[in-house]
């Protein structure tokens, strides 16, 4: 059974995903077409570009993964730390109801937990019993029971 894999890429601050596609894309698809792929796709989003690739085998798409020139586009792409993308199915043009962003990475500190605070509370208003409150009348130490 064909697989689609989808690589997706983001717009970065520097430049834009379609300037990544036209300078990687057609090496991309010769390798892609050279090792097995049945069909191929660019999908534009607002937020970047899509290749969808369907290959009858995952051993065909491992090997067009492990290509120098593939490769070279994926370490290429316009945002290295949060703008790509490759996974097993098809991508931007999926069915989703809303299209997805990229969303900043999670940090260890992007927020603080709330701190548990417990209480204790000592009711001073009982009675004493009668032993107690005369060694309290006359100075000594005091125990109470929480």
């Not at 490769?71 to 703008?83: C, E, F, H, M, Q």
């Not at 701190?115 to 208003?125: G, I, K, P």
Request: a negative charge; one cysteine or more.
């Amino acid at each position: 059974m064909a697989d689609y894999w989808s690589i997706e890429v983001f717009n970065g601050s520097g430049s834009s995903a379609m300037a990544w596609r036209q300078s990687y894309g057609s090496a991309l698809i010769e390798s892609a077409l050279s090792n097995g792929a049945g069909e191929w796709a660019w999908i534009e989003t607002r937020w970047g570009v899509v290749l969808e690739v369907c290959f009858a085998e995952e051993a065909d798409w491992l090997r067009f993964r492990g290509l120098p020139a593939v490769r070279a586009a994926l370490d290429g792409v316009p945002d290295p730390v949060n703008g790509l993308l490759v996974y097993r199915g098809r991508g931007g043009s999926a069915g989703s109801r809303s299209p997805r962003r990229p969303r900043p990475a999670p940090t260890a500190g992007a927020m603080a937990l709330e701190e548990v605070v417990t209480e204790h509370v000592v009711d001073l208003t009982e009675t004493l019993p009668g032993e107690d409150a005369g060694v309290l009348a006359k100075g000594g130490p005091a125990v109470f029971a929480v």
